[in-house]
């Protein structure tokens, strides 16, 4: 055999041998991908993403539309040369498996954490749009979830009211953190609650519970680095009622990060004229219950996906700022946010035409 066709073939079959090694090789690396973009204004399988009842709305045109970002699996075990090629992309991203699943995090539990917090998302979206409108919402501090084996299992429930602890009213959830660690671990702590199937009961009545029950839970430390910090084991939140009907109709979506274009939405079927003078805008953000937008992650991702689905404007959460104006895709004008007035405002400047003065993102925020 010629010596040139023996390097040839010599060097196909190296080439055959590292392409098969790539393939068989794992690497604890993930994919991020542009996902869906919907549009909160508009219908998604066939109903209206926001539904209204017994309140006055109004018909709106134009794109609010929040978008979303595909990940791998957790149990999904990428080979080299799927990382290779995902590096090489352009509009596809790989990052350190423990930066999607942290701590051996499961697909299940990460689900389950997305549901939770697309669930919060919600609720801050309608109680900041109803406040951004001066629109009433009553509120009160829950427990939100109680940790197997700690103090608190048995003795507090899901949906708890906590009016107190150690007879100081509690306004936030952080008040209920900050009034349990002035305990020492092995101190007894107070706690003040309507139960959760009293308040259900009050709320299906249409009325205010005003039975309370005084719970006394032993502190135990925590297990983190800090063995002087008193723990009851639960987590407190945000709980609600609205004087209407909101319902948010949209599967198969996770994580926080719709909350401003979903508040946004919600504002717009509840006032005449369009937000967006039918423009096409599509964003991104957390948003709590004052309106503060928060950052998000794959901002890089969700600029593609918008752009690719057309849209002209991307409303974008002041933190994220500087990694998406790293590369901004062609024909989009990304509009640097922080509060949900904010976002109002350049919506307004936008359908008027004015966009000169609209807030930009620079890479370096």
């Known amino acids: 055999m010629p010596r040139r066709t023996a390097t040839m073939l010599a060097s196909t079959l190296m080439l055959i041998a590292l392409l098969c090694a790539g393939v068989f090789i794992p690497v604890p690396y993930s994919e991020m991908s542009p996902g869906p973009t919907v549009n909160t204004l508009?219908?998604?399988?066939?109903?209206?993403?926001?539904?209204?009842?017994?309140?006055?709305?109004?018909?709106?045109?134009?794109?609010?539309?929040?978008?979303?970002?595909?990940?791998?699996?957790?149990?999904?075990?990428?080979?080299?040369?799927?990382?290779?090629?995902?590096?090489?992309?352009?509009?596809?991203?790989?990052?350190?498996?423990?930066?999607?699943?942290?701590?051996?995090?499961?697909?299940?539990?990460?689900?389950?954490?997305?549901?939770?917090?697309?669930?919060?998302?919600?609720?801050?979206?309608?109680?900041?749009?109803?406040?951004?409108?001066?629109?009433?919402?009553?509120?009160?501090?829950?427990?939100s979830t109680v940790v197997k084996d700690s103090p608190a299992e048995g003795r507090l429930h899901a949906g708890d009211v906590i009016k107190a602890v150690d007879g100081t009213a509690v306004k936030q959830p952080t008040d209920v953190a900050k009034l349990v660690t002035k305990?020492?671990?092995?101190?007894?702590?107070?706690?003040?609650?309507?139960?959760?199937?009293?308040?259900?009961?009050?709320?299906?009545?249409?009325?205010?519970?005003?039975?309370?029950?005084?719970?006394?839970?032993?502190?135990?430390?925590?297990?983190?680095?800090?063995?002087?910090?008193?723990?009851?084991?639960?987590?407190?939140?945000?709980?609600?009622?609205?004087?209407?009907?909101?319902?948010?109709?949209?599967?198969?979506?996770?994580?926080?990060?719709?909350?401003?274009?979903?508040?946004?939405?919600?504002?717009?079927?509840?006032?005449?004229?369009?937000?967006?003078?039918?423009?096409?805008?599509?964003?991104?953000?957390?948003?709590?219950d004052t309106g503060k937008v928060g950052p998000i992650g794959g901002i890089e991702m969700k600029t593609v996906g918008a752009r690719d689905k057309g849209a002209q404007y991307f409303l974008t959460p002041a933190e994220n700022c500087a990694a998406a104006a790293k590369d901004t895709p062609g024909g989009l004008r990304l509009v640097k946010v922080h509060t949900i007035a904010d976002a109002l405002g350049a919506l307004k400047d936008i359908r008027s035409g004015d966009t000169a003065a609209l807030p930009k993102c620079t890479t370096k925020g």
Do not use: C
Request: charged letters at 20%; a negative charge; glycine letters at 8%.
């Open 42 to 143: 508009g219908d998604h399988d066939g109903e209206p993403v926001l539904q209204i009842a017994g309140h006055k709305t109004y018909a709106a045109s134009g794109h609010l539309n929040m978008t979303t970002v595909r990940v791998t699996s957790a149990d999904y075990k990428m080979n080299l040369v799927e990382a290779v090629y995902g590096w090489l992309a352009h509009d596809y991203k790989v990052v350190p498996h423990d930066t999607l699943y942290p701590n051996g995090k499961t697909e299940q539990q990460s689900t389950q954490e997305n549901a939770e917090e697309f669930s919060q998302s919600q609720e801050s979206a309608k109680v900041a749009a109803l406040k951004e409108l001066n629109i009433p919402v009553r509120s009160w501090v829950i427990v």
């Open 183 to 288: 305990h020492q671990p092995g101190q007894n702590v107070v706690f003040t609650v309507v139960p959760a199937k009293d308040q259900a009961a009050a709320e299906k009545a249409n009325k205010t519970a005003t039975s309370t029950e005084d719970i006394t839970i032993k502190t135990a430390t925590s297990d983190d680095s800090d063995p002087k910090r008193a723990i009851v084991g639960i987590s407190a939140g945000t709980d609600h009622t609205f004087p209407f009907s909101i319902d948010i109709k949209l599967a198969d979506v996770g994580g926080p990060s719709a909350g401003l274009m979903f508040a946004l939405g919600i504002y717009d079927k509840l006032t005449p004229g369009d937000l967006t003078g039918g423009k096409f805008v599509a964003g991104t953000g957390t948003i709590d």
